[in-house]
């Protein structure tokens, strides 16, 4: 007896409840890599916040399945696979063979941090899918952002493994290049190791199901994704929707004006964007990124249970200029572009709120803020340590915005206090949401955090962000979230710029933006308010001054002074 299930036959879709079954599988497998990854890491950046992500791609290098992770590494998977097979026809490829690459421009990638593994996977002889990884190296730091060449190793699809076996001379390339390499070469064997349960798997189910049984599902399932969308986006009225939005980069004296038109005609949408031309600074986008952007916001407001699969793409047409912030060529500096693409998220949802009001949020911190120290330790060590910090998430139709989470394209954890100060010479003095920092509205907006750091010894910090001059709006009458900010202690001196040298006993403070409120704040259940004032998310002026509260009202329920 044998568990192997009858092969379709080329051409023919395999019955619903084999596709269904498949297509659990195909998410399992990627949940399960992702696991792997992050317990065999080595830094903080994977292990502790998993600032990482794993997919799996069919042979032609369609989209299978991304899990649950950060939906902005889409954009370092989808360039990756084409790059490859650019370079190397696939009768050159082979089992064993496992590829990196990271470069924006000829490695499918969307900043230089982001390191991409790609695995084939043969079954007998033949080429059926992809596994594939990407996890954030925190290790490019303390350099410029004028170009790309200034922002670290660029590494064009390579093999770091050739039928299995490790090409020593590439891996030492990549080391010598790292500021961190120990961790660099453990959490790349991770990556390795990730990719390879990835491909075990997909085997296994290739000699239950047969091969051209999971290809015709895979197949199936980006149909099945694809009709879902057409479905959903035919539910919104056809019409031109126009908004625009205001990018802020933290540390630059830049006030760029962005806007997108989107077009919706019967089950298909047009989505064109207009930004300023291409900057000498870290905050431009290549078109892969702008894709992963797009495809999150469109998916989580027309279907969000839509399977996030290449089938979703395919209703979608996404333009923008070339040479601009939108859209850069090379040689453009790209290592900040998740602040941009966090306000295409805000686009999107801006221009379609007045078609779909119910299922847009105000706009949320708008910003991944990010804060990147290194430094030597007492036995000379050099050490490097990437935070990215949540805000206020935007306020909803009928529900508040959650407090101090990553909205949108960002997805990471925090680092407790506790692994930050063993393994890093910085003493973490508050972590706390900040007091009426969320959008008043019918319904609040989200609040912002702050995090309080004190340096124990020298060591250099740059910070970016975004929503520190323009504050996150709100809709039908909610009013904008709080801003986002960085302090500096008494005797410490501020930075010119976004970055600067902290010496020992220096104190830096770093505020996130809140979020918008939807809906007039007089509308607002008393309850709610009174809730808000006795938690301390608001204090007693807002609470009369902009909600209306009397204080009578207040006195009879106790609520705080």
């Known amino acids: 007896m044998t568990n192997r299930q009858e092969p379709a036959v080329a051409g023919r879709v395999p019955d619903p409840i084999t596709v269904e079954i498949l297509g659990n599988a195909f998410s399992s497998i990627a949940d399960e890599m992702g696991e792997a990854l992050v317990r065999a890491s080595y830094s903080t950046n994977i292990k502790e916040r998993r600032d990482c992500s794993t997919a799996l791609f069919d042979a032609q290098g369609q989209v299978l399945c991304q899990a649950e992770h950060i939906p902005m590494h889409l954009g370092s998977f989808l360039g990756m696979i084409p790059h490859i097979l650019a370079r190397y026809p696939v009768d050159s490829l082979g089992e064993g063979d496992i590829f990196i690459g990271n470069d924006a421009y000829e490695g499918g990638g969307t900043h230089l941090p982001d390191i991409v593994l790609a695995e084939p996977v043969f079954f007998e002889g033949k080429l059926v899918a992809w596994a594939m990884n990407t996890a954030h190296h925190a290790d490019f730091v303390d350099r410029g952002h004028a170009h790309i060449y200034q922002e670290g190793l660029r590494i064009p699809p390579l093999r770091l493994y050739r039928g299995g076996e490790l090409q020593h001379d590439i891996r030492a390339l990549i080391l010598l290049n790292c500021q961190v390499p120990d961790e660099r070469l453990s959490d790349l064997r991770a990556q390795c190791a990730a990719n390879q349960l990835g491909v075990q798997r997909i085997r296994s189910l290739c000699e239950r199901y ?16 694809e009709r879902k969308m057409r479905a959903g986006i035919a539910l919104i009225p056809d019409g031109v929707y126009r908004f625009r939005d205001r990018f802020d980069p933290y540390g630059q004296d830049l006030d760029l004006e962005v806007g997108v038109e989107i077009v919706v005609h019967g089950d298909a949408m047009r989505l064109h964007f207009d930004s300023p031309p291409q900057v000498r600074a870290g905050i431009n986008l290549v078109y892969t990124g702008l894709l992963a952007a797009v495809y999150f916001a469109v998916k989580s407001l027309v279907d969000p249970d839509v399977l996030p699969n290449s089938g979703l793409a395919r209703p979608l047409t996404v333009t923008a200029e070339e040479g601009t912030i939108l859209n850069c060529r090379h040689p453009a500096a790209v290592n900040s572009r998740v602040n941009v693409c966090q306000r295409v998220v805000d686009l ?78 910085l003493t973490l003095l508050r972590y706390e949401l900040v ?25 250099r910090l740059t910070v970016s962000g975004s929503r520190h001059k323009h504050a996150p709006w709100g809709l039908d009458g909610g009013l904008p979230g709080g801003k986002g900010e960085v302090r500096f202690g008494p005797n410490t001196p501020p930075f010119v710029g976004n970055s600067g040298v902290l ?43 902009i909600y209306g509260l009397d204080d009578a009202t207040r006195q009879a329920s106790g609520a705080a002074r």
């Open 210 to 225: 047969g091969a051209d049984t999971v290809m015709a599902a895979g197949e199936a399932l980006q149909d099945y994704a």
């Open 348 to 425: 999107i949802y801006g221009a379609l709120a007045p078609a779909i009001p119910e299922r847009v949020t105000a706009a949320g911190n708008g910003s991944c803020v990010a804060a990147l120290f290194s430094g030597t330790r007492d036995d000379g060590s050099f050490w490097a340590y990437l935070e990215t910090i949540g805000g206020g998430m935007g306020a909803r139709h009928g529900l508040d915005g959650l407090d101090g989470v990553h909205v949108h394209l960002t997805n990471t954890s925090n680092l407790p206090a506790e692994s930050l100060e063993q393994e890093y010479p």
């Open 435 to 459: 007091d009426n920092s969320g959008g008043a509205g019918r319904q609040r907006g989200g609040m912002g955090m702050r995090r309080v750091y004190r340096a124990e010894r020298e060591c």
């Open 503 to 545: 010496r020992r006993g220096d104190i830096i403070e770093v505020v996130t933006p809140g979020a918008g409120g939807y809906g007039a704040p007089a509308e607002r259940s008393r309850s709610l308010v009174l809730d808000d004032l006795r938690a301390g998310n608001i204090d007693l002026a807002t609470a009369q001054s």
